[in-house]
């Protein structure tokens, strides 16, 4: 691994076999060390210098336990750590399947040969739908670096056609990026649109030939809805599907067996206005076009009491779908 076999790197060697072979449930003897330092490595020493290699370890902070033999107790990451950032990759819907395996091994790598066995049967699933644009890496890098040097990005921008590939909208879009966001499976870049004064939002796998420039971004405080700066969870909580429009206070009837789906979208920031019956009448903040949307996918389950323009709107829509739906 380190092309030397000399001892400078002894110190190293163990380490890596601390950080393979042994866990709370798995100690190494230093004979065991031994044999995987000449399996390993082809490095052959003393159990001395194991032990005073390990005691160096120890000062340098390293968890490492000596009773029972030799174990590392904790690394960057703990089996269950390891597990949620792997199944958040294996199911992102924004990468491509060469590159959800690509990472998957490097997050493994992290673990131990106990912790692969464990996630042995984990694959990139090639039937999960996954985006077909390869440049999605390089417009993540791309935009961190213009978010973090506050500078506008120029890229081109796609959507699928009935062939079902992606196809250039055939013109570029000059965008002030202020963050990405992730909602309902997807990454989002969260912006404005340089001609116009509110928030857009881009989905990033349909984002290809991006360009960091060296024009500054423009002031939050000129953008309708970040006038007093970006508070990401209050932002989330409002813009669900993350459709534009300006924010409003909404008047929603349930059951109060309902309570979990209202905090599951719009968090704990809800109001109830009254009681009765099991029944509720609570008030939550939302975009228009968003709650328009949210509704039709609850109707069966809540009703929109305000705005009265939302409900009149959606009294229209479940018309047209039941006219629809009355079709034998």
Known sequence: MYGTGTK???????????????????????????????????????RRSVKANIEALIEMEYDITTENGYALLSREFDDAELRMLIDSVLFSKNITGTQSKRLIDKLKSFGNKYFEAKVSHVASSPYLSRTDNKQVMITVGALNDAIDGKKKVKFRYTS??????????????????????????????????????????????????????EDRVKPMKEVKGLENGLNLPKHMAEYIYLFCGESVPVKLRCSTGSIDTLVDWFGKDIKILEEKDGQILVRVVCSEYAIHYWALQYGPYFEVIEPKAVRDRLREDINKMAEKYSKK
């Open 8 to 46: 400078k790197m002894l110190m190293m060697m163990i380490l890596d076999i601390l950080k393979k072979y042994s866990d709370e449930n798995h100690h190494l003897t230093q004979q065991e060390i031994l044999k995987l330092l000449k399996s390993e490595y082809g490095m052959s020493c003393d």
């Open 160 to 213: 699928y056609g009935t062939d079902f590939k992606l196809h250039d909208r055939g013109r570029d879009y000059v965008v002030n990026p202020y963050q990405m966001v992730a909602s309902n499976g997807h990454y989002y870049l969260l912006g404005n649109l340089d001609w116009f004064d509110d928030i857009s939002y881009y989905r990033i796998e349909k984002i290809t030939n991006v360009e960091v420039l």
